[in-house]
């Protein structure tokens, strides 16, 4: 139950940044690119949306584990998503024809962005973790 109130933290800064970055973007994109160019940004926007949180998922599975298994599921995590990553962009670009420039950098700004949030989430998770096992060790 706990796990479930500390994932809606998460899944709460997904949506307000998301939503931040639509009302900002809804303009400029609006007037200034073509369709494909739309197309390409939101792309990326649910590219790094489902990276985002197949990271998370993976990585609040991780923190309960051993440091082995931590860093096989963490490591592993991420090379596999880097390569679905890739695999994504090169179908989009080379198949779907979505215009290079604004796919690219749609990925990699919303890439930095949720895993910004990812990370701060996690941290404050691992906090969490701690501050209890501190507390049950002094009862």
């Known amino acids: 139950m706990k796990n479930k109130s500390r994932d809606k933290g998460f899944y709460k800064h997904i ?10 973007g809804a303009y400029p994109v609006s007037v200034y690119t073509s369709i494909t160019q739309f197309y390409s940004i939101i792309s990326g926007f649910i590219i790094g949306l489902l990276n ?4 998370y998922k ?3 599975l991780a923190l309960n584990k051993s440091v082995k298994s931590f860093m096989v ?9 880097m390569i679905f990553i890739a695999i994504i ?4 670009l080379y ?6 420039i604004p796919l690219v950098t749609s990925v990699f700004f919303f890439y930095i962005l949720f895993v910004s949030i990812e990370l701060l989430n996690l941290h404050k998770q691992q906090l969490r973790i701690k501050n209890e096992l501190a507390s049950a060790n002094k009862h």
């Open 73 to 81: 599921i963490v490591f592993g995590g991420m090379g596999l998503r």
């Open 95 to 100: 198949i779907v024809k979505l215009e290079e």
């Open 58 to 60: 993976l990585n609040t």
């Open 52 to 55: 985002a949180l197949a990271g």
């Open 15 to 24: 949506i307000i940044s998301s939503l931040v970055i639509f009302l900002l």
């Open 89 to 92: 962009i090169l179908i989009l």
